[in-house]
């Protein structure tokens, strides 16, 4: 069984490392792991994030932001936005994002969230299909109503 925690500010040097390899392994710019990892570290004391790591070494991570709910929202409580959750290339497939994905929801239930969100994208197959079995829906383009767009601008 993978064993699953919540990072603290002096976990910032690997949780850098992990998100700099996602980063590279996905094309997305990084700053590299040196600037993360103060970046990280000061965001993981104020609790703006929460990241959960996964394994011994460890080989994941979720990192989650969360909300208060919408004005709109019929529930009280927190929302929850799933930024990231990796698992490094040669552990997938063991049922580590699996435990990861579980003890993020459940660490999300305990923070009084009723709604998490995320977004993947139409060719990372393997993770619509562990969100999906999970019980996350896809909203685009399904019977529950029109294609939502996510737009993003850099300030």
Do not use: K
Not at 56 to 72: I, K, Q, V
Not at 114 to 143: C, K, P
Request: charged share 30%.
């Amino acid at each position: 069984m993978t064993r699953v925690r919540l990072a603290a500010p002096e976990d910032a040097p690997t949780v850098a490392r992990l998100l700099h390899d996602f980063n590279t392994e996905f094309e997305e710019e990084t700053p590299g792991v040196e600037a993360m990892t103060e970046r990280i570290a000061a965001t993981l004391r104020s609790e703006e994030i929460t990241v959960l790591l996964a394994g011994e070494s460890p080989e994941g991570f979720s990192l989650l932001r969360f909300f208060a709910t919408s004005l709109t929202s019929p529930t009280d409580g927190r929302e929850a936005y799933l930024a990231e959750l990796y698992v490094v290339p040669d552990r997938r497939h063991q049922g580590i994002g699996r435990a990861l994905l579980r003890r993020t929801l459940e660490h999300c239930r305990e923070r009084g969230v009723v709604w998490i969100f995320l977004g993947t994208s139409t060719d990372d197959e393997a993770a619509r299909a562990l969100y999906e079995s999970e019980g996350f829906t896809n909203r685009e383009g399904g019977e529950t109503g029109p294609i939502m767009l996510f737009y993003e601008r850099e300030l």
